[in-house]
Nanobody, 126 residues
Framework: QVQLVESGGGSVQAGGSLRLSCAVS????????MGWFRQAPGKEREGVAV???????TYADSVKGRFTISQDNAKNTLYLQMNSLKPEDTAMYYC????????????????????WGQGTQVTVSS
């Protein structure tokens, strides 16, 4: 059974940094897309950053240059380094994964992913 467990959320001031972690267990597929999504109150869940099994990274325009997705395969952990945080980055952040083959246009779509963590809250104050 695939389990994704996020950690590292918290409260920071604008301009600050946080690093989110996602511990992955039970994932036995050789191919994967793993990513970070976020959902603010009253808004749809949106894709933030994705990395696939060949190391290709994709970012939402809103976080390019500020967020970095990475992985440590030895630790089965996915990371999201978030710098220059803005109040609009405030949301619940979720880790997600799928073994399905995805087209470029679906990489940041919620419906393309079938494994999800419980989320970790990030709050950025101005």
């Amino acid at each position: 059974q695939v389990q994704l467990v996020e950690s590292g959320g918290g409260s920071v001031q604008a301009g600050g940094s946080l690093r989110l972690s996602c511990a992955v267990s039970g994932y036995t597929y050789s191919r994967y897309y793993m990513g970070w999504f976020r959902q603010a109150p009253g808004k749809e869940r949106e894709g933030v950053a994705v990395i696939n099994s060949d190391g290709t990274k994709t970012y939402a325009d809103s976080v390019k240059g500020r967020f970095t997705i990475s992985q440590d395969n030895a630790k089965n952990t996915l990371y999201l380094q978030m710098n220059s945080l803005k109040p609009e980055d405030t949301a619940m952040y979720y880790c997600a994964a799928t073994a399905n083959q995805l087209s470029w246009w679906s990489l940041l779509l919620r419906r393309a992913y079938n494994y999800w963590g419980q989320g970790t809250q990030v709050t950025v104050s101005s």
